[in-house]
């Protein structure tokens, strides 16, 4: 069933844990992350973890790590679910990602996608992103092998 309330972003607690393991193992069949790895992502990481709320859900949310004393943002991870697709989710939630690298000082952004993803590939490259390197066996691939990725970078307005 589509979303039909307007989303709000706002920043992870650990009481939406549940919410985003949930999210997190419907749109990442093959590398999907721990519950243990989300709660330290959400409660310890240096980084901001947004979460998109939709009718009493989460429907998308955004991970962006920082490195100490350095001016590159790491757009870690980006899911949106199923009924919040193809209304803008994802750049919504890339466009605040932006905001809080901003904020906290970057001046680059940088992601990473899976050569065969298409549609994430598209949602950075409409983003301002470009490709800037080829990553060999990068990704799990679904017989057990590997498959390559790409990563991308954004210099951000600041």
């Given at each position: 069933?589509?979303?039909?309330?307007?989303?709000?972003?706002?920043s992870?607690?650990?009481?939406?844990?549940?919410?985003?393991?949930?999210?997190?193992?419907?749109?990442?069949?093959?590398?999907?992350?721990?519950r243990?790895?989300?709660?330290?992502?959400?409660?310890?990481?240096?980084?901001?973890?947004?979460?998109?709320?939709?009718?009493?859900?989460?429907?998308?949310?955004?991970?962006?790590?920082?490195?100490?004393?350095?001016?590159?943002?790491?757009?870690?991870?980006i899911?949106?679910?199923?009924?919040?697709?193809?209304?803008?989710?994802?750049?919504?939630?890339?466009?605040?990602?932006?905001?809080?690298?901003?904020?906290?000082?970057?001046?680059?952004?940088?992601?990473?996608?899976?050569?065969?993803?298409?549609?994430?590939?598209?949602?950075?490259?409409?983003?301002?992103?470009?490709?800037?390197?080829?990553?060999?066996?990068?990704?799990?691939?679904?017989?057990?092998?590997?498959?390559?990725?790409?990563?991308l970078?954004?210099?951000?307005?600041?």
């Amino acid at each position: 069933m589509p979303v039909t309330s307007s989303p709000t972003i706002r920043s992870a607690g650990l009481d939406d844990l549940t919410g985003v393991h949930a999210l997190e193992q419907a749109c990442f069949v093959l590398d999907g992350q721990s519950r243990r790895s989300l709660r330290h992502l959400i409660a310890h990481a240096h980084g901001d973890f947004l979460v998109a709320v939709a009718d009493g859900a989460i429907v998308g949310d955004v991970i962006v790590l920082y490195r100490r004393g350095a001016r590159v943002a790491r757009l870690y991870s980006i899911a949106v679910g199923q009924a919040a697709r193809g209304q803008g989710m994802a750049r919504r939630l890339v466009e605040q990602a932006h905001v809080h690298a901003v904020a906290q000082g970057c001046r680059i952004m940088r992601a990473e996608a899976r050569l065969s993803n298409d549609a994430s590939r598209r949602l950075f490259a409409d983003a301002g992103y470009r490709e800037v390197a080829r990553l060999v066996d990068y990704y799990p691939g679904i017989d057990g092998g590997h498959e390559d990725g790409v990563r991308l970078e954004k210099y951000l307005d600041n």
